[in-house]
């Protein structure tokens, strides 16, 4: 699928969106034509063995479409999206905004054979992207795609993996793109759960393949995320 990436961060780290932005927000997702899942996220904590890359945005969307057609229907001019940017709640006023459409690469799990419990709805996601270049993409990908999945697939209690590659797109929203070469995604029932997984032995497998891979700059960013899956 594809997923259309926003990513609000606001100036004041402690900055929330609230319950009614949170329902106001939420509502309007759920009128957007076409959409085949949908997660709103929000700042948690779980800390890493190695690494703190600062406060979490204050919130994440993952926007998904089972065609990229669909998806630039809705960001188009007559689009939901343009009309969601349009109504956004005013706590989101003083955030700095930003976009990015890619392409999902879903890995299985050892759940992924399991039903999901009921509050499975709610979980905590890490979010990681890379903002600078492969020195040649398609070799990072090839070693990336056939090697780090394989790695996360033994964190403890691991729910899903997502790998997301770059897509051209059009659109006429009002937010900025980003162009992040890759990012990635981790899911768990809970950030006491994640934070369980990045100290676990799978955690220093993750840095050992790291020190593999192919040339890049850069670095990567991982964030936190609360996340509750509003569509799907």
């Known amino acids: 699928m594809f997923c259309h990436f926003l990513t609000f961060t606001h100036p004041n780290p402690q900055a929330r969106l609230g319950d009614d932005g949170h329902d106001h927000l939420a509502a309007l997702i759920r009128r957007i034509p076409g959409l085949a899942r949908a997660h709103l996220m929000s700042p948690a904590t779980a800390r890493d063995r190695y690494i703190d890359d600062g406060p979490p945005p204050m919130l994440a969307l993952q926007l998904y479409y089972e065609r990229l057609e669909t998806l630039e229907q809705a960001t188009g001019a007559d689009g939901a999206l343009l009309k969601l940017a349009n109504a956004m709640p005013p706590t989101l006023a003083d955030a700095d905004a930003s976009q990015q459409v890619m392409w999902t690469r879903p890995y299985p799990t050892p759940s992924s054979s399991t039903t999901a419990p009921a509050e499975a709805q709610r979980s905590c996601s890490f979010l990681v992207h890379y903002p600078g270049e492969a020195e040649d993409l398609n070799q990072w990908l090839t070693y990336y795609l056939q090697h780090h999945p394989q790695v996360m697939f033994h964190f403890p209690a691991i729910r899903e993996i997502e790998i997301y590659t770059r897509v051209d797109w059009i ?62």
């Open 171 to 232: 659109d006429a929203l009002p937010w900025p793109r980003v162009h992040y070469f890759q990012r990635n995604k981790i899911v768990f029932d809970s950030a006491a759960a994640l934070e369980t997984a990045l100290h676990s032995p799978t955690r220093e497998a993750m840095k050992a393949d790291r020190a593999h891979f192919p040339p890049f700059t850069g670095g990567n960013v991982h964030h936190p995320m609360l996340t509750e899956t509003i569509v799907g």
